[in-house]
């Protein structure tokens, strides 16, 4: 069995801290093989919110797989936000966290959904590129690992279905052949725990999303973070929920991958 903890919209900057300090306790305690992170890392992308997110990531003790959100870039500044959005995310984070991770049962790999700017009102939303997407699916697709899972910050499927904050673009076509090949695709965003499968020829994917991890700011659900256990045949996902300044552990869910 492989551990995963995923967390997500982590926005350094507005974030509770006792819940940053209760994460970081219960890590050890998790045993994760890897702590998959799935982007807004910070609330503005100020240098002084990625260098909280890279003084927290220091504190883990396990691999971190890591992809940026849509509040990972300069708020404000557009010059950046157009020539180079990410440049402060790889400068505060490219000594602690990777783009993909790989051990003898899990192949996980990740890809950018989140962009400096559009041609669209609404920034903040995701967008799928064949171009972002096309190395990491080959890898997964060429992986002789059991389990591949594949990670970006912005939901492919979601339970509002590609409706409001969940208009990915791109998200409904790219969805089959993403589910045709990774096992589990684990997203954020929306601060919203959720498990929605995709069934072909007798195999099961799973497109799981996150809480908010750390935010003060919480919209319909309290903020939280998954564990998600790779078994034969099967994920179990275990939701942990925030209340009163420290998470507990909710059901789990078993997601069966095979029919
Ligand atoms: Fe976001």
Redesign the pocket.
């Known amino acids: 069995m492989s551990r995963i903890v995923h967390i997500a ?1 982590l926005h350094f900057g507005d974030e509770d801290s006792r819940l940053v300090d209760d994460f970081l306790n219960r890590l050890p305690g998790l045993s994760a093989d890897v702590v998959v992170v799935a ?2 890392l910070t609330q503005t992308g100020s240098r002084a919110e990625f260098a909280q997110a890279a003084a927290f990531f220091g504190e883990i003790d396990a691999p971190i797989v890591l992809t940026p ?3 990972d870039t300069p708020l404000l500044n557009v010059a950046t936000r157009l020539t180079r959005p990410w440049r402060r995310l790889q400068k505060a984070m490219g000594e602690v966290a990777d783009d993909r991770f790989l051990n003898d049962r899990v192949h996980i790999e990740s890809f950018n959904s989140a962009r400096g700017v559009q041609f669209r009102l609404d920034w ?1 939303l995701g967008v799928v590129s064949r171009k972002k997407l096309a190395n990491p699916l080959a890898a997964l697709g060429s992986s002789a690992v059991p389990t591949k899972i594949l990670t970006a ?1 912005h939901p492919i499927l979601s339970p509002l279905d590609n409706r409001g904050r969940a208009r990915t673009k791109r998200a409904p076509k790219f969805a089959r052949e993403i589910a045709a090949i990774a096992d589990l695709t684990l997203t ?2 929306l601060h919203q725990s959720f498990a929605c499968p995709v069934t072909a020829e007798n195999r099961t994917a799973w497109f799981v999303g996150a809480s908010t991890a750390f935010s003060s700011r919480t919209r319909e659900e309290p903020a939280g973070f998954n564990v998600i256990d790779v078994a034969d045949g099967y994920f179990s996902l275990t939701p942990y929920r925030a209340e009163n300044g420290a998470f507990k552990e909710t059901d789990v869910s078993r997601l069966d991958r095979l029919d």
Do not use: I, P, T, V
């Open positions: 919209d982007g807004d959100g849509n509040h903040s910050h954020g965003h």
